[in-house]
Structures are given as structure tokens and as C-alpha cells.
């Protein structure tokens, strides 16, 4: 193996020398300790290297390493269920090796290797076959199938394939390439995590991705496969709701990237994931699941990698055919560990000394997201048969809270979704405290069919006369601060009543009632439906002389009030 | 036998330049001695092939360039710790200053301690009971927390705090995590920038009490050299780790004020001249206090914990600023103090609208406080949200202009917070009288307002 010397050391950034057929972004293993880096920039035989570990105690005149590969992370089953710091190191295995404290310059296989899993072939011998094609199947998990497919890049016809027990390391199948050659597969690859996997084509979405929050679904729905961002000041309750939307949306998988984000955070999800049925399968949704957390004391280069790490385990599963959310808590961490490297590079500043390449990076991960056609012809009978998708929902924590943060106005350039968080809202404890005027979505033309066949004719009429009642609101509240409520008419009056009744009713929702927590869009629906109904009658009463209070105290809105708790049948 | 280096080639603030150096580490600990023989003790901040720059934890006074001798140790910063530093009071450097000699160290442990990993990690859900209501009943605080004030100049941040350390327990008939063995606790307390005043307030704060005998403290003064604040919190961090995790106590840490922690730190980043964040704090200001506010917790399978409750004065009382906003963005909740409730004579002043502690939800609830808490202070909150917009209202308005309801919510307001929220400074409520409180003010409503709670609450709670 070829080696550098180490000739200055930085926290995080270590510069060596002699580093002659160094490749960018090529992992490299720093000083004695063997920490793992990645080279990030080079002059002449000189390499400037992040490391994702703690790098206390590394002094000029070490060795350094050179791997000749970028950096991977490995594929195969046994990903889900997992927890993996940001490089794809499992930290429950960390605990059995170091103890309770993430120790560096330990190693550990992102798969067990000595799991035996019962493949069961689907290709067949003598069968051509090529990329992402599947050549066989795993029960990863009660809930989830792992197809095992041929790896990006090879082709061929199969020579050998078999039955029975293996472990992730074990040659399932053996390929004939058309020149000649033999390819032996076996049910894990590796992939470098900052290249995109590839795909047919990418096609536009038009399922929604059902959240289970009013608010979202309703209001500003994100598609499968589609991108959202979540900006808010802390206490807003971002957190909250992307924990929220990894519990119930109506993903086949979930990853969950906590970037340098809070321990005791990635601590409940742990806790908590397992004790949870997902409503679809009835399993625990730990079974759909997999963590990535590199908390916010844990090392800020890891931090920079954790979101690459986690999207690329996400394009894995789409490439099966399923459709995968990812969740990143917080992008803000991210590019604030961009910032950190830059700074220690001596990079020009761009704005609030982020990079100039800011936009950029943001822009180029999020356009990993998509619904795609797959590389290989599957059969999966979910969909068509040949669609994955991955859909990618950041939070982003601007300082302040002020929206002209950089990182806020690089997410909005790519993103097609805005869920405004507000921390007046949350003081008032109304949560989701996303506030319904500022916030957009740019898919309700991608998904008004779907809405339509299969929820309801009047589904979109009834949101946008929703929103239009709390537009109104605005306006009329306006107004009555200026010259007091008395001065409305009655018909206003009654606006003000329903629009109260939306926001109290319908988009406030109670994350800790069992049936309140998450609403199916049937649900949703009829709950909006009750409300502009009530409204359309009590219009026509008080245009023939009805009485406002009678009609506000009227059993139809305690029954409004009541229906969050009821589940979708009972309404 | 250590290589000693007269080879200083410059110092500027808190950083001194070593030069021709050979065989020096990343984090290293430096010692330097001057003429006079006195050793100041610093840290190797970045080192090339022969050059090492070193930054001071104490002054630079007196140093010179060609006399001053410097030391590599070959380890980090190290703590001593033992049994005995119960009771006793240090500098922000970790010498004793209470008269008595220097306890003998059971081992010696680096005070930057390491990352706790999340799978290790056990939620935290144990309810503190502070006595306080505002607290108590709107933001509650569990046991392996982190949960600051933020306060500005001039607010009785320094009282609350010692009445949290005063008060603080477990409610009795509750089984803690440990299965009901005797439990310890103690306080350690690091102090950053404070002045005199305020520092023998806490000492005899803890003196009258009695709880001197289970604290620790770190004392680094106003008038203490800056650049040795940056070592004092991590002092009481690891004294607390070391408490919580090997000696099984549950330790509460208070740290004030991280606003001067944070402006020593912006010192040595601007002697560095890196490329200045906001306000010209490091752009790394997060991750170094995260550092820190992430060393409280729990771990799986030991019974001690360590909760924090750091105090900052916001710069101007604003929430915005770096230090504050940073803060709010790693640690579990905030509790924020009032100016206007102060101005009103409404003590502790803790505006509970902004005000939050993010892990409350496991914590309250039946069996550990009462079944209605939640939902009782999701009401409380509503109400006097309203009751707050009614009364800005009839600022503008006038009172009469104001719907019924909207008056009856502008009254709730105030006695909310001159009955709930104000208490005396050394009244010890009990939880459950908090909760009784609670909802002998919502009574001045018709049940039809009260939207958060559960029907059966009402019928079981609220009295007319």
C-alpha cells in the first residue's frame, strides 16, 4: 500500500505530503491510529484530507494511508433495522467493541457477515440477464423483501445460480459477460456514496406521500419522490414533524439521517420505532427502518459524509422497486460542517462564510431524490413493475430563524415543497406549526388525479375553499384589530368562526393522541368535507335570518370538534 | 526526560508560536515556563513539521520570547479527579481556593471527554420536581436533560438557578431507573466570567443549605484571566461524567454564564484570524458547544445521570443572537426569563410561551406526574396565548371593545401569571398542587373552550 507523511494537522484537516497518485476523494487511512479520511483537495504531491474521526494526538511525520478507492458503503441485507454513524459504521456493534463512548480507529463491518440468509433464486440458468436485473430474493425483514439484483455494469447470461442458506459474502450466482469473462455475485456491492446510482429515466411523480398530517396532506403535499424542506427556528418543532412523517408515512422504507443533530433525539427514535406498528403492515416500523445519526459532538467531517451515506442507502432500496423516504435533520449541520472544512482550507468565503459550492452541493443532493424507472426488469406488484422512488424531506435551521439564511435560499431553489414552521404557532402550542400561508407545494397538479379517483371528485375544490376561508382570515382579522370585530358583517363573522374551526379542528393535530397522530387521507377528507359543508349551511341559514350564535352552537360543531379523535369510519 | 523548546517565535493574545519542534501532537498538552519560573499551561491548537501553535489557557503576562521554555507533555488535558472534590471549591483551572489542600486523584481522565453513542444513550423520562409551577406545570425538566436559561442582564437568571438546585427531587412513589436504590445526588456548578457578587451568592447559597457537602465548584471570575474560561466548563463536565457514570450519582450541572465562555472562544478564533461567522463568533461555535451541552444524558445500564441547566445572558435580549440561538438549536428546550414580568414584580419571570422543554412528553402522565399534564398544559398554554393577543388588543383598542370571551381570556392572563407563574423564592410547590392550580384558573371558562382536553378530564378535573 502506498503511504504519505503527515506535515500539518488542523482538527479535522490534516495535510501530507508525498502523496503522488492520489486520487480526489479517495479514502485514505491517517497516522498510526488508522483514522479514516478522505482527500479533498491537492497541490502538487501535497493532499489536504477531511477525517472523520477525532484526530487529537496525530502529529506531523505519521504515515498516511491510500486506499485507491472514494468513499463506499456497503449494500446487501441487513441494512434495515440498522443504526450507523455518518461513514456506515454500526454503533451498536461500536458498543460491544469500545463501550459506552464512540472510540476512533475502530472498524466494523456495515453487514453481519456471519448471518446466513435464505436466498431464493427467481433468474434462472442460462438466462441472460443485465443490469438490476433481480436474480433472486431475501426476507430481510418481516415486512421487507430484499431483491438481490445484478450489480450497475455487468451483463450477461447466468451460468450458475442456487437455493439455500448464505451469508452476505457467499457466491450466490456466477454470470458469463460477453467477453468472456466470469463475474462472481454475491449479495453485497459497494457503491461511493458521493455518485448518484444509476437509473433508466427519471419520470415525474404523481402518487402523493401520505404523511398522516392534515396539515401536509391536505395542504401541501410532498409526492413519492418528490423534495421537501422544512425551515424553522429551534422550538418550532421540525424535529417533531420529520419524526412524524418517518412514523407514518406510506413509505416501503424509511431513512432517517440525523446530522448533527441531538443524542437523546436519535435515543427516542431508537426507543421508539420498535414499539410502533406501522398502520399498513401492522409490524414494528423498525422493520422498515434504518438510522444514521452523527450527533452534533460527534465528528464534524463524518457529519459532511452522513447525508451521502444515507441517500445512497436510499437509492438502493428504489432500485428494488420501492418506494423510500429519506429524512435529513439537519441540512443546516451539514453545510455548517461544509463551512467548517472550507474555513480550514483557506477557501474564499461566499456568503456567511459559507462556500462558494453551497448551492451547488444542496442542489445536487436533492436531485438524488425522484420517482425513477429502474435499471432492471422487475417484477414488483406494488406498482407497474418497474418504478422506485425516493422522496427526501430536510429540515433546515436557519439562524434566527430568518428565512434569508443561505442554506434556507439554496434548499428553496431545488425543493418544490415549503412547510413554513413558525415559532409563533408553537408558542401557542399549535402543532404542526406550519403556517398555512407562507407555506407551498408545487405537486397539487401532479397528484389531482390520484386525489380524485381515489379519495374524492371534490377533494382539491374542498382544499382550495379551505385555504381560501383562512386567507381570509388574515384579512378579516386585519381589519377587526383595526376597528374592532363589531364592525364585520355577519357573513364575516361566521368566516372568521370557520376558519378557526380549520385551524383548531383540522390542521392543529395532537402527536401524542393514539388516533389523533396520524390521519388517512379517507379521514382527512371527510373531516374537511364536515367543515366546508357546515359552513356552505350556515351561510344559507343566516342569508335566511338565522342567528350566528344559534348556528355556532349548533351539535354539528361539537361534532366537528370531536372528529380528530374518531378513526375514518366512525365519522 | 521531556525535550524542551526556547525556541518561541512569537505571541500574540492567547497564542503562542514554538518553532524547530519536533514530534508534537494534535490537541497536545503544552506547558511553558517563564523566566521567573512560573508554568502556564496551554494546547497545541495546529502543528506542521516544525512549527506548533500553541494556545494559553492562562495569561500571556509576563511571557517572553527568548527566555520562556515550553514542554510538550504528551497528553491531553487532564483532570484529576477523586471522592473528595465533594464540598470543595476550585479555580477555573481546577486548583483548590478554599483554603484546604488538593484531594488525592483517583485516576486522571481528559477533560474533552468522548462522544456518548446514541445507541448507548437511555432516554431520559424521569420527571424533576423543581417545586417551581412555571416550570413543573408548563415546561417540565427530566432527569439527564439539558435545558438553559436564557436570560438577559439585570433578571434574576442566578436566583432561579440556585432555587432549581435547592429544590430540585424525584417525586417520591415513583420507582427510579435504579430499582429504588439509595440515591445520591449532587451539583456540580462551573462558573465563567461571573463577578464576586454573584459567585458568593451561590457559594453561600449552597453553604446555608447544606448542599456544599455534595457539590463540586468551579469558580473562574470576571476578573480571572478570559482565556481560562474555555477550560472551566469542560472542568465540571468531566468532574460530572465522572460522578454520574463511575460513581452512580445524579449529578445537576449549572453552568453561567456561556456568554462569556463563547466571547473567550471568539477571542482565540479571532487571535487565529479565521474567517469570522456571525458576529464575528467562529464559525465552529456550534459544534464546540455541542461538545459540551451533549455531555448530559443517560447511559443504558448505569444508574447515575447528569443533567444540565447552563445560563446565558442574551446579548440585548436577543433570542437571535449566536450564543442564544445556537444554544436553542442542541439543547433540549429553553427556559426564557421576562423582562416585562420582572418590570412587573412577577418572580421567577419565566415567559412560559416561549419557554419549552422538548422531552416533558415522557416524562409527565400517569405514574410519573398525573394523567391530565399533558393535556392540561396544552390548555393552559392556548388560553394564555389568547389571553396575551386579547390583551395587545385592548392596548389598541381599548378593554370594551373586546368580545366577552375575549375579556374573560384577557383576565385569565393575568391571574395565570400572578398566581401560577409567581411564586415565592424559596416556595417549594408540589406538582400536584401546580396541576390543582391549573385548573382552578381554567374554571373561569365554559367547558366548550377547553379544546385540548379529553372530555373525561374536564369531568374529572374542573370544578365550578
Same mark, same amino acid.
Given at each position: 500500500?502506498?503511504e ?18 492520489a486520487?480526489?476523494y479517495?479514502?485514505?487511512r491517517v ?15 501535497h493532499?489536504?484530507?477531511?477525517v ?8 506531523p511525520g505519521?504515515?498516511v ?5 472514494p ?7 441487513g ?5 450507523y ?6 454503533l ?6 469500545t463501550? @459506552? ?7 466494523a463491518d456495515?453487514?453481519n !457477515?456471519?448471518k ?9 440458468k ?8 433481480? %436474480?433472486? /430474493?431475501?426476507q430481510e425483514t ?6 438481490? &439484483?445484478?450489480p ?9 445460480? *442456487?437455493?439455500?442458506?448464505?451469508s452476505?459474502d457467499?457466491v450466490?450466482?456466477?454470470? !458469463? %459477460?460477453?467477453?468472456?469473462? !466470469?463475474?462472481n455475485i454475491?449479495?453485497?456491492?459497494? $457503491?461511493?456514496?458521493?455518485? @448518484?446510482?444509476?437509473c433508466?429515466e427519471?419520470i415525474?411523480?404523481v ?5 398522516g398530517?392534515?396539515?401536509? @396532506? ?16 429551534f422550538?418550532?418543532?421540525k424535529t417533531v414533524?420529520?419524526? /412524524?412523517?418517518?412514523?407514518?408515512a406510506?413509505?416501503?422504507i424509511?431513512?432517517?439521517v440525523?446530522?448533527?443533530?441531538r443524542?437523546?433525539?436519535?435515543t427516542?427514535?431508537?426507543i ?6 406501522d398502520p399498513?403492515t401492522?409490524k ?12 452534533s ?5 463524518a ?5 451521502y451515506?444515507g ?9 428494488m ?6 429524512m ?5 449541520? $451539514?453545510?455548517?460542517a461544509?463551512r467548517?472544512i472550507?474555513?480550514r482550507?483557506?477557501?474564499?468565503p ?7 459550492? %453551497?448551492?451547488m452541493r ?7 431524490a425522484?420517482?425513477?424507472?429502474? %435499471?432492471?426488469?422487475?417484477q414488483?406488484?406494488?406498482n ?19 428565512l434569508?439564511d ?13 412547510w *413554513?414552521?413558525?415559532d ?8 404542526p ?8 407545494s408545487?405537486?397539487l ?6 386525489l380524485k ?5 371534490d377533494f &382539491? /375544490? ?8 383562512l386567507?381570509e382570515?388574515?384579512k378579516?382579522?386585519?381589519?377587526? !384589530?383595526?376597528v374592532?370585530?363589531?364592525?364585520l ?10 376558519a378557526?374551526?380549520l385551524?383548531?379542528d ?6 401524542? @393522541?393514539p ?35 344559534e ?9 366537528l ?11 | ?15 503562542v ?12 498538552l503544552?506547558?511553558i ?7 502556564r ?5 495546529e ?10 489557557f492562562?495569561e ?19 483532570l484529576?479527579v ?5 464540598g ?10 478554599d483554603?484546604?489542600p488538593?484531594?488525592?486523584?483517583e ?16 432516554y431520559p ?6 417545586g ?8 417540565p ?12 442582564t439585570g ?8 432555587q432549581?438546585?435547592?429544590?430540585s427531587?424525584v ?10 436504590v ?9 462558573a ?15 453553604r ?5 457537602e ?8 470576571a476578573?480571572?484571566p478570559?482565556i481560562e ?7 465540571a463536565?468531566?468532574?460530572a461524567?465522572y460522578f ?6 445524579h ?23 479565521e ?5 464575528g463568533y ?34 440585548e435580549?436577543d ?12 439543547t ?11 418590570r412587573r414584580?412577577?418572580?421567577?419571570p ?5 419557554s ?7 416524562g ?25 393577543e ?6 389598541i ?10 375579556k ?11 398566581k401560577f ?15 390543582d392550580?391549573?385548573w382552578?384558573?381554567l374554571?373561569?371558562?365554559p ?5 385540548r382536553?379529553?372530555?373525561?378530564y374536564?369531568q374529572k378535573?374542573?370544578?365550578?
Amino acid at each position: 500500500m502506498k503511504e504519505g507523511r503527515i506535515i500539518k494537522v488542523s482538527g479535522p484537516l490534516v495535510v501530507a505530503d508525498k502523496m503522488e497518485g492520489a486520487k480526489m476523494y479517495d479514502v485514505v487511512r491517517v497516522g498510526i491510529p488508522r483514522l479514516i479520511g478522505e482527500i479533498i483537495e491537492l497541490r502538487a504531491d501535497h493532499a489536504s484530507i477531511q477525517v472523520y474521526e477525532e484526530t487529537t494526538g496525530i502529529g506531523p511525520g505519521e504515515p498516511v494511508f491510500l486506499t485507491d478507492e472514494p468513499l463506499c458503503v456497503e449494500l446487501g441485507p441487513g441494512l434495515i433495522g440498522s443504526i450507523y454513524d455518518g461513514i456506515q459504521r454500526p454503533l451498536d456493534i461500536l458498543r460491544e467493541k469500545t463501550g @459506552d463512548y464512540i472510540v476512533r480507529g475502530v472498524e466494523a463491518d456495515a453487514l453481519n !457477515r456471519k448471518k446466513k440468509w435464505e436466498f431464493k433464486s427467481k433468474a434462472k440458468k442460462n438466462e441472460k440477464i443485465g443490469q438490476g436485473d433481480i %436474480l433472486g /430474493e431475501v426476507q430481510e425483514t418481516s415486512v421487507v423483501t430484499h431483491r438481490v &439484483l445484478l450489480p450497475p455494469g455487468i451483463e450477461g447470461v447466468v451460468e450458475e445460480i *442456487s437455493d439455500g442458506k448464505f451469508s452476505v459474502d457467499d457466491v450466490i450466482a456466477k454470470v !458469463r %459477460l460477453k467477453n468472456g469473462g !466470469r463475474e462472481n455475485i454475491t449479495m453485497v456491492q459497494r $457503491w461511493p456514496v458521493r455518485k @448518484d446510482r444509476p437509473c433508466k429515466e427519471k419520470i415525474s411523480p404523481v402518487v402523493p406521500l401520505v404523511t398522516g398530517q392534515r396539515v401536509i @396532506d391536505t395542504f401541501f403535499p410532498v409526492t413519492k419522490g418528490g423534495v421537501a424542506c422544512i425551515p424553522g427556528p429551534f422550538g418550532s418543532g421540525k424535529t417533531v414533524v420529520l419524526h /412524524e412523517i418517518a412514523k407514518w408515512a406510506d413509505a416501503d422504507i424509511i431513512v432517517y439521517v440525523g446530522c448533527g443533530e441531538r443524542g437523546n433525539e436519535m435515543t427516542d427514535v431508537l426507543i421508539e420505532f420498535p414499539k410502533l406498528c406501522d398502520p399498513r403492515t401492522g409490524k414494528s416500523l423498525m422493520e422498515r427502518s434504518i438510522l444514521i445519526a452523527n450527533t452534533s459532538n460527534m465528528p464534524v467531517a463524518a457529519r459532511e459524509a452522513s447525508v451521502y451515506t444515507g441517500i445512497t442507502l436510499a437509492e438502493y432500496y428504489r432500485d428494488m422497486g420501492y418506494d423510500v423516504a429519506l429524512m435529513a435533520d439537519s441540512t443546516s449541520r $451539514w453545510a455548517e460542517a461544509l463551512r467548517e472544512i472550507s474555513g480550514r482550507l483557506e477557501e474564499m468565503p461566499g456568503e456567511e462564510g459559507y462556500p462558494a459550492y %453551497l448551492g451547488m452541493r444542496v442542489a445536487q443532493f436533492y436531485e438524488r431524490a425522484g420517482r425513477v424507472v429502474t %435499471l432492471g426488469k422487475l417484477q414488483n406488484p406494488s406498482n407497474d413493475g418497474k418504478t422506485g422512488s425516493l422522496s427526501v424531506v430536510g429540515a433546515v435551521s436557519p439562524p434566527g430563524g430568518d428565512l434569508s439564511d443561505a442554506v434556507v435560499q439554496a434548499t428553496l431553489r431545488v425543493v418544490k415543497v415549503f412547510w *413554513s414552521l413558525e415559532d409563533k404557532l408553537a408558542y401557542k402550542r399549535h402543532f404542526p406549526a406550519i403556517n398555512w400561508l407562507s407555506s407551498y407545494s408545487l405537486y397539487l397538479d401532479n397528484i389531482k388525479d390520484f386525489l380524485k379517483t381515489e379519495i374524492g371528485e371534490d377533494f &382539491l /375544490e374542498l382544499r382550495n375553499m379551505a385555504m381560501k376561508i383562512l386567507q381570509e382570515e388574515d384579512k378579516l382579522l386585519e381589519i377587526a !384589530r383595526l376597528v374592532g370585530i363589531e364592525s364585520l358583517s355577519i357573513e364575516n363573522r361566521l368566516t372568521l368562526e370557520i376558519a378557526r374551526s380549520l385551524r383548531e379542528d383540522f390542521l392543529h393535530q395532537n402527536a401524542f @393522541d393514539p388516533i389523533d397522530v396520524h390521519s388517512s387521507l379517507l379521514k382527512q377528507y371527510k373531516m374537511l368535507k364536515l367543515i366546508i359543508n357546515f359552513y356552505h349551511d350556515s351561510l344559507e341559514k343566516l342569508k335566511a335570518g338565522g342567528a350566528l350564535d344559534e348556528i355556532l352552537t349548533s351539535p354539528i360543531r361539537d361534532k366537528l370538534r370531536k372528529s380528530k379523535f374518531l378513526s375514518e369510519n366512525e365519522i | 526526560m521531556l525535550k524542551e523548546y526556547l525556541t518561541v517565535s512569537s505571541i500574540a493574545g492567547p497564542l503562542v508560536l514554538v518553532k524547530n519542534i519536533e514530534e508534537v501532537k494534535y490537541g497536545e498538552l503544552a506547558e511553558i515556563e517563564s523566566i521567573t519560573g512560573e508554568i502556564r499551561r496551554g494546547r497545541v491548537l495546529e502543528v506542521s513539521s516544525d512549527v506548533a501553535l500553541v494556545q494559553l489557557f492562562e495569561e500571556s503576562r509576563g511571557l517572553d520570547i527568548f527566555k520562556s521554555k515550553v514542554r510538550f507533555l504528551g497528553k491531553g488535558i487532564e483532570l484529576g479527579v477523586s471522592p473528595d472534590m465533594l464540598g470543595r471549591i476550585f479555580d477555573g483551572l481546577g486548583k483548590p481556593i478554599d483554603a484546604s489542600p488538593r484531594p488525592i486523584s483517583e485516576k486522571y481522565i481528559d477533560v474533552n471527554g468522548s462522544p456518548i453513542n446514541p445507541f448507548a444513550r437511555d432516554y431520559p423520562d424521569e420527571f424533576i420536581q423543581t417545586g417551581i409551577s412555571a416550570i413543573d406545570g408548563m415546561n417540565p425538566i427530566v432527569r439527564g436533560q439539558k435545558l438553559p436559561i436564557f436570560s438577559g442582564t439585570g433578571l434574576p437568571h442566578n436566583r432561579l438557578a440556585a432555587q432549581i438546585a435547592r429544590q430540585s427531587r424525584v417525586l417520591p412513589g415513583t420507582t427510579p431507573k435504579g430499582g429504588g436504590v439509595q440515591e445520591k445526588f449532587g451539583v456540580v456548578f462551573g462558573a465563567m466570567g461571573i463577578t464576586f457578587e454573584e459567585a458568593s451568592f451561590f457559594i453561600s447559597q449552597f453553604r446555608e443549605t447544606g448542599a456544599i457537602e455534595r457539590a463540586v465548584l468551579f469558580i473562574n471570575l470576571a476578573d480571572d484571566p478570559a482565556i481560562e474560561r474555555i477550560a472551566t466548563p469542560r472542568l465540571a463536565l468531566t468532574t460530572a461524567e465522572y460522578f454520574a457514570f463511575e460513581k452512580n450519582m445524579h449529578i445537576l450541572v449549572i453552568l453561567t454564564d456561556m456568554t462569556n465562555y463563547a466571547e473567550a472562544l471568539r477571542e482565540v478564533s479571532a487571535a487565529r484570524k479565521e474567517i469570522p461567522g456571525r458576529r464575528g463568533y467562529p464559525g465552529y461555535l456550534y459544534t464546540d458547544l455541542a461538545t459540551m451541552y451533549e455531555r448530559a444524558g443517560r447511559i443504558k445500564g448505569k444508574t447515575g445521570s447528569i443533567t444540565q441547566i447552563p445560563v446565558l445572558t442574551m446579548p440585548e435580549d436577543d433570542k437571535t443572537h449566536p450564543i442564544p440561538d445556537l444554544t436553542g438549536y442542541i439543547t433540549e428546550g429553553q427556559i426564557i426569563l421576562s423582562r416585562e414580568l420582572q418590570r412587573r414584580g412577577i418572580y421567577p419571570p419565566i415567559d412560559v410561551m416561549p419557554s419549552l422543554s422538548r422531552l416533558k412528553d415522557k416524562g409527565i402522565g400517569p405514574d410519573k406526574t398525573r394523567e391530565d399534564h399533558a393535556d392540561l398544559l396544552n390548555q393552559l398554554f392556548a388560553c394564555y396565548a389568547r389571553g396575551r393577543e386579547a390583551k395587545e388588543l385592548a392596548v389598541i383598542l381599548g378593554e370594551e371593545s373586546l368580545s366577552e370571551m375575549d375579556k374573560v381570556y384577557l383576565k385569565f392572563s393575568d391571574s395565570f401569571e400572578e398566581k401560577f407563574i409567581q411564586q415565592a423564592e424559596f416556595e417549594k410547590r408540589d406538582v400536584l398542587e401546580t396541576l390543582d392550580l391549573g385548573w382552578k384558573l381554567l374554571s373561569a371558562f365554559p367547558a366548550s373552550e377547553l379544546s385540548r382536553v379529553h372530555e373525561e378530564y374536564i369531568q374529572k378535573y374542573l370544578k365550578k
